[in-house]
């Protein structure tokens, strides 16, 4: 795959054991490298990976016009506690807001008389107040004072503090107050001290979540500054002289400038690039409404992709236990930023089963890691896990892995019969059916989140399943919800990072401006947006790609707390428009929670959001004339589905099979880094673009 | 070779087979109630369960057994809806029920708290018969009675907090029953709050409803049933499992309660912890009479306090349903503080109910002392209402926490307390509440020296001044307020908290921890401080650097408790 006008594309998705680099081009041309994470330095295995790739293809480093990161730097430096040191200035009275905090304590925690609250990021001795006030309506109740504000700015500066992040009260209302502050603090501080200010970062009401979300970002900032800068020297002594871009949590990409400035944003890169892939695969064959499900070896993530666009949260909660099985996010930090819904559960290939005391079987959130793994690896595990199930199951052929892994089902049977088979009394294939199918009732689990329990019915929805372990679960896991059609992505293993070149540039902007729905000014609403869509275009990087612009409404009922955010079209407001947008709330409040409610409405936040399309990858679909019959299988196995076992089940290779090609289940199919699992209830056929697409055939057909 | 199985993936009746349903089953039975206490709280109308604090959403079987119960719902509410449940089923026969029926009750005497909390149950079918009830509960705005928003602290009975439902149909076949629904709307101060809370609760148990219909079209009614057995009986099994962990003995424990803001007098609340060979029973003979005031803890609030305490000293992830209660037993002796006789008020409950979880902890912390905590400090309640402008009411519930007591080996925690309460993610923020309401927040932070001195010390308390921009009546409920939290083993007691009006002419009023209707004109400042919770230890052991931090973090200002002699000064 090589031409001299032909542009090439780059995806890097660094995980926390593989680094996939993507390179696609514009001729639909696409190959994928895996190497290993370089945890002390990720930018040396990125730009090893890249090296090899280009190598391999011969590719001028030149020629590379995009390259799309797809990170979890923020995410790690949070958990990790080893973000840079800073300072918190707030308004006088509630320099305590950070330590007083919200403290929701999940249900186990509860009843731990010994539970410990989470150290606030910033200590009370960085922790400073200034003399001033805003109310809700933006005006000043107190004014600054301008002395006692260089007072602060240099004892902020006096501190050690490398940055300083600014949130005062109602600012999302009057930013002027952190304006001020933060120009004295770039006074007082050296040049390359970190600035920011909450009225920058997300100018939305409440002020403890916009708080923290500043602070991440100066928590985060200086390090994913530097980090990016050295991958830009690394990358141009490689001769690719492209700018480099980043994935953002809600699913579009944003320049590496902006990750420095709102790194907060980056903090669920890697889970949108996933349900970017979903979508992407979607728009390929041309399906509107898509489950995106990701089974790795530790977690499965899973979202909903409805008309091309990914669903979003604005709750999210960086190093939450997350929303899987319908518990609120509780622990973590709490940003307010726009974040891909995506239901998170401890199950994956190397999660563990277990049987608890009272004798119920369990599997996970503990994994075997890629260190030791699997028992079946061979490389000292002893615990049984989900890979060990589908080894015995027969999914997984026993023998060579890529990646130099090698599988031994004697060893998988062996940690199944110790823990999981003997203290239930079943016999050891029936134990590794049990851990799949456990493991499939907490996948099911986390999509019930991301759709029944938003009001979203998937039976009409394609699931896209992939990840290492995905195509293994996703015909069974779909049938579930009477899902009918699955499709596994070529190249399902790194489907994420293939995603991150499929995806446009976008920016989000916010502002909360209360204002009764009925007596809402629509020439104050038509500039409300307009500032927005001016901000968020002045983020974007330039390019020649067009400019869409999507808006939403916060909206609810007077006297509740709670909001739903509601599209708005992007035609010229007008009272028009407004009662669109409050019509759409009340079906969406029915929908969600199906109550008919009436009465007055207020509006709350707007939001904009600008995406800029951008030349970038589009595969070429093969054509294809009329069913083409399998070839011969490669193999037969014995495989248990549930229900039933086959003694002799074709396995086939993916590369073996064209577009066109028409299987009926049960088979296996191997591709390079995963195996898709066509139960007797599916057939299995290859599209004009080489996915595997999974149909249920309707109970009673004969096979 | 296909050997075909009936009925799909889980439909096999074998022990292995159960074993594997089981966990699924139990998936989706906690899902169920999660997605109804989700739909109650996200669309309530009352800004204090908006945030999730006072709500609870549970799935029991037609004989009153507690199935499953979300995890949101507040421990507070642990036994709410089964007690609720069992007290409609000695009313209502189940064959008086039809599909689409929906039933409330809020009578404390019949498995309710207080009026404010409304329990909503729909009887769920299958094949002709009432199999499960669904089940939401909520703190509404308000129900009427002597005070705004169910605060009536000085309420001296049942009839001074606000209307009183026996067990009543708010819908029957799938209609609404105008005349309930009427009546509570007519007797409410805030008519379209209370309407919208009910029509949460109903929401909630709707989504029930559906979620077992499915189950049962999946699994069929006999399988599902069985299931649900299992699940018990794997609870009961695990907390006698764990019982027989808590060394055999009878442990006695006992809380002062300050006062009942009526009369002259403290109340004791007495507890026996009889630890079996797998039981627990834990017997309140000795404890006070009833009280005149409103600090009474009916049955269904007293049996949540015994079976939260009774939960901190066993493995949490024990599901909680009916298997937990297997194993407990109670002694209520009637007539007091913890079994009241009608009609004595039971809106102030907290105090009560807290100072029996208190008396709990501290018997079973003599049989585990590495568990032992020192007494925390409590939630103070207020309610704000005036007129807007317009001449629409106003009204804002709130509350504040105190700190919790020092632990064996570790301080306590800030402005969180106590255990058997929320943390504070159910308080409202700064921003959304000023822009509701006519006020402004001028302060809210922690209290320095607060913490009860000790070895480990105690949590700190928190104080808000909230500045009045019209005029507003103020109604104040704080307890352990004149006797803060004590320490335990040579800790010393956290500092008392106190509710004070700042006029705006320069005055300070001090106002008792219970009292109802204040005046307040602009300008006025409502100052809330909440108490410290108590230390543990002598605060001589406390180790040097320990109170270093403190001082650097400004938790400690003044040292001198901590600098007589001691092992860590000497």
Known sequence: MSADSTRWFLGVDVGGTFTDV?????????????????????????????????????????????????????????????????????????????????????????????FRTPAPPVPQSRTFEVNERIDAAGRVLVPLDSAQVEAVAAEVAGSGAAAVAICLLHAYAHPAHEEVVAEACRAAMPETAYVVTSSEVWPEMREYERAMTTVMCAYVGPVMSGYLAGLGTRLETLGIRCPIEVMESSGGVMSAALAARRPIATVESGGAAGVIAAGFVGRLIDVDEVISFDMGGTTAKTGVVRGGRPDITHDFHVGGIGSAGGARPGSGYPVKIPVVDLAEVGAGGGSIAWVDPGGALRVGPRSSGSVPGPAGYGLGGTEATVTDANLVLGYLRPGNLSGGVSLDPELSEKAIQQAVAGPLGLDVTGAARAIHDVANASMAAAIRVVTVQRGIDPRSFTLVGFGGAGPMHAAELAETFGIT?????????????????????????????????????????????????????????????????????????????????????????????????????????????????????????FRARVLRTVEKFAPVPHPVEGPVAPPEPTAHRTVAFAGSVMDSCPVYLWSDLGPGTRLAGPAIIEGVDTTVVAPPSHHAAIDPWGNVVLTRVPPGTST | MHEDREGGEAASASAASLAITAEIVRNALAVAVEEASIVVVRSSHSSNIQEGADAAGALLDAGGRLVAQSAATSVMHSASLRSGLRSILQEIALDELRPGDVLACNDPYRGGIHANDIMVLRPVFAEDRVRWFGGTLIHVADMGGSAVGGLGSLAGDTYAEGVLLPPVWLYREGKPNRDVLGIIERNSRAPGKVVGDVQALVAGVNVIARRMDELTQRYGIDELERQVDHFIDYAARRIRDEIRRIPAGSYRGSFTIDTDGVSDRTFDIVTTVNVGDADITVDFGGTADQSPGAINSSVSQTLSGVLYAIRCFVDPSIPMNEGCFDAIHTVLPPGSMVNPNPPAACGGRVVTVTAAVEAILQALSQAVPDRAVAASALIHVYTLTGLHPDGERWLSLGYEFGGIGARH??????????????????????????????????????????????????????????????????????????????????????????????????????????????????????????????????????????????????????????????RAAS
């Open chain 2, 409 to 566: 080996g570790a301080d306590g925690p800030d402005a969180t307390g106590a255990y058997f309460l929320g943390g504070r993610s159910v308080i409202p923020q700064i921003e959304p509440l000023e822009a509701q309401l006519p006020l402004v927040i001028e302060r809210c932070a922690l209290v320095a020296d607060s913490g009860g001195p000790g070895q480990w010390r105690g949590g700190l308390g928190v104080e808000m001044r909230i500045r009045l921009e019209s005029s507003a009546q103020l109604t104040v409920r704080g307890d352990r307020m004149g006797m803060p939290p004590p320490g335990a083993h040579g800790g010393w007691p956290g500092g008392a908290g106190h509710f004070a009006i700042e006029r705006a002419g320069g005055a300070t009023e001090w106002l008792n921890p219970k009292q109802q209707h204040v005046p307040l004109e602009a300008g006025d400042v409502f100052v809330m401080r909440t108490s410290g919770g108590g230390g543990m230890g002598p605060p001589a052991d406390r180790l040097p650097e320990a109170l270093a931090e403190d001082l650097a973090e400004g938790r400690v200002s003044d040292p001198a408790p901590y600098a007589a002699t001691g």
């Open chain 1, 485 to 605: 059609s699955v499709v596994i992505p070529r190249a399902a293993g790194v489907a994420s990072a293939v995603g991150l070149v499929t995806a446009d540039l976008a920016a989000d902007r916010i502002l909360t401006r209360l204002m009764p729905a009925d007596t809402a000014d629509p020439a104050e609403v038509a500039a409300i947006f307009a500032r927005l869509e001016d901000q968020a275009v002045a983020e974007l990087p330039g390019g020649d790609g067009g400019l869409v612009v999507s808006r939403a409404v916060d909206v609810r009922f007077r006297g509740q707390a709670h909001q739903l955010t509601v599209p708005a079209p992007t035609e010229p407001v007008t009272r028009q428009t407004l009662e669109t947008v409050t019509a759409t709330f009340i079906r969406q409040y029915h929908e969600t929670y199906g109550i008919e409610m009436e009465g007055p409405q207020e509006l709350v936040s």
């Open chain 1, 22 to 114: 993507v390179l696609a081009d514009t001729r639909g041309g696409v190959d994928v490298i895996k190497v290993r994470t370089t945890p002390e330095d990720q930018r040396e295995g990125v730009a090893e990976g890249i090296a090899a790739l280009l190598a391999a293809h011969r590719v001028d480093p030149g020629s590379v016009v995009r390259l799309v990161h797809g990170t979890t730097l923020a995410t790690n430096v949070i958990l990790e506690q080893r973000g840079t040191d800073i300072a918190f200035v707030t308004s006088r009275g509630f320099g305590d807001m950070l330590r007083l905090g919200r403290e929701f304590r999940q249900e186990d925690e509860r009843f731990d008389l010994f």
